[in-house]
């Protein structure tokens, strides 16, 4: 049976009211006993007068009110409803509720993309005088908020080796308020310990906020892991589609709360209600992109490990993974993401991309078709040679994203473009 907060307006006030002002908790989740699939279709839709099926498009800037009074009570936060998209609507309440259900968040704020979710984040919770810890592997531009862009603001970070969990204990100082990473990392998918870094952060009183995209909410949930915080680039296995840029942070009623709701309100870096609403028809759907699209990335590394032209091979759930122990204990199945060196470098990493002929050549990932990337000249590019060679990047590193294709079609576009290589 659909619960009866799913239809019933009751339940579309109360989160109408968290929506408006943060005056009221949008609570735990309102579906403990369901699965996610079943959440992914059912949370948070918000049905109007007119009882349609698929959610509707509230493509509106703002509302408007019956009376002066109303309005007064509404910006009081007295009236619950709407005011203004740039700090909330319906279709952005919907996605972000049903985010919530899936991740087992008690609250969330989504953002225009995910480097918007990244920004504010890091930024919205800090002064000058913090300090901030990060794993190194990180997609570039996480790696540009922390490495370039906090500091200029006078908080200072340390960039830690994230699977040497003494180097994160030795970089914790007084003043570490946050801590960062994603896991598997982009593009080299190495597996963080989740538990063991949160547990360092705390520690030191400081949190740890942690980029899930890789993982996906399918397969890791980090706060169930001891994290406080998690964002992700909707962008990616969210739309699924390749059509919208979106992000989204989840974290407790008190952290969004405090740190998160009124920074965004005042500065703006808000999902347009359209982009929420497709978001929001993509995570019907999420389930089982993910877990076909992780089959054929499992079938194309079995088909691919001991191929002659690939120096080193990486995915998270074959037994050859560096992390193999910790891939079985915080993840739930492996990724739609898989990490190749092509023998013979730059040249030989080229002639093969431009031989595919299914697989498309592409900086983006998690999408229906089949995308891969050469991180050296695209994401990482910004990074010198020696700190890319750090990170396991090599000239012919290849990062694949596997889409919804026939495993087979895939394998063979992949064999004979490696013929090529
Ligand atoms: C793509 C990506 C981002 C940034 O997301 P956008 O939606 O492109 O802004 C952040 N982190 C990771 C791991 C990503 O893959």
Redesign the pocket.
């Known amino acids: 049976m659909i619960p009866a907060f799913c239809l019933k307006a009751g339940f579309f006030m109360a989160d109408v009211r968290a929506a408006i002002g943060g005056h009221m908790s949008i609570g735990k989740p309102a579906t403990p006993s369901y699965h996610p699939e079943t959440r992914l279709i059912h949370a948070g839709v918000l049905r109007s007068q007119f009882n349609e099926t698929a959610e509707a498009l509230f493509l509106t800037q703002g509302f408007v009110y019956d009376t002066a009074e109303q309005c007064e009570a509404r910006f009081n936060g007295e009236d619950p409803g709407f005011i203004y998209s740039r700090f909330s609507n319906p279709n952005v309440a919907m996605f972000e509720r049903r985010m919530c259900e899936l991740e087992g968040a008690e609250a969330a704020r989504s953002t225009a993309?995910?480097?918007?979710a990244?920004t504010t984040a890091m930024l919205a919770p800090l002064r000058a005088g913090d300090h901030v810890v990060a794993a190194k592997a990180?997609?570039g531009?996480?790696r540009y908020v922390v490495e370039d862009l906090l500091p200029r603001y006078g908080i200072a970070s340390t960039l830690v080796d994230g699977l040497d969990l003494d180097q994160w204990r030795d970089a914790m100082r007084p003043n570490t308020r946050s801590c960062f990473l994603?896991s598997p990392t982009?593009p080299t998918l190495d597996v963080l310990d989740i538990g063991a870094i949160a547990a360092i952060a705390h520690d030191a009183g400081a949190r740890l906020i942690v980029?899930n995209?890789?993982a996906t909410p399918i397969w890791q949930s980090p706060l169930s892991l001891g994290a406080d915080v998690v964002v992700y680039?909707?962008?990616?296995h969210i739309d699924g589609q390749g059509r919208c840029?979106?992000?989204v942070i989840l974290s407790s009623d008190a952290f969004i709360q405090e740190h998160i709701h009124t920074f965004l309100r005042q500065t703006g870096p808000s999902i347009s209600p359209f982009n929420a609403w497709t978001l929001t028809k993509g995570l019907e759907t999420l389930a089982i992109r993910v877990r076909q699209q992780t089959a054929n990335a499992a079938a194309i590394a079995d088909a691919l490990a001991a191929h002659p032209k690939i120096a080193r091979l990486i995915y998270p759930s074959r037994a050859d993974h560096p992390q193999a122990d910790l891939v079985k204990k915080q993840m739930r199945a492996g990724s739609t993401l898989i990490g190749f060196e092509v023998k013979g470098g730059k040249a030989a990493a080229f002639r093969f991309l431009n031989a595919l002929k299914l697989a498309r050549i592409s900086n983006n990932?998690g999408d229906a078709r089949s995308l891969v990337t050469h991180p050296a000249t695209t994401t990482h590019q910004r990074l010198p040679i020696e700190a890319r060679a750090e990170l396991g990047i090599g000239e012919g590193f290849v990062r694949f994203s596997a889409g919804l294709e026939h495993a087979d079609d895939l394998i063979d576009d992949i064999d004979a473009a490696l013929e090529t290589a």
Do not use: P
């Open positions: 993309t995910g480097m918007a990244v990180m997609f531009s996480c994603e982009n980029d995209v890789f680039s909707a962008t990616k840029l979106g992000g990932l």
